[in-house]
């Protein structure tokens, strides 16, 4: 849900020890909201690595990842959401596959 004055962030679980996530596809949306930015990034000891971002998206707009993103252990996958109102519904969606190594 969006939240008035707040970066909203949605976020996939860690990635655990020896082991490996590709995501081969994502996408991200604000269903009923406008003017927002939207990012996507990877997060890793507590350092944000921005991947992609889209300024002013339309209402439901479709923001899709253009390549795989790699995942290894401590990571954890993001999008976020700036300028969103109280009640917009946020959307991520994640397609791919894990292994241990």
Not at 63 to 70: C, G, H, T
């Amino acid at each position: 849900m969006g939240v008035t004055g707040q970066v909203v962030r949605l976020r996939l679980s860690p990635i655990g020890a020896k082991t490996l996530r590709v995501l081969t596809h994502v996408t991200v949306e604000n269903r009923t909201g406008t003017r927002t930015k939207d990012r996507i990034g990877i997060n890793n000891g507590g350092r944000d690595h921005y991947l992609d971002e889209i300024l002013d998206p339309a209402q439901n707009e479709l923001i899709v990842s253009r390549s795989d993103i790699l995942l290894g252990e401590g990571d954890y996958f993001f999008a976020e959401f700036t300028d969103t109102q109280n009640g917009d519904e946020l959307v991520m969606t994640c397609v791919g596959w894990q292994q241990g190594l």
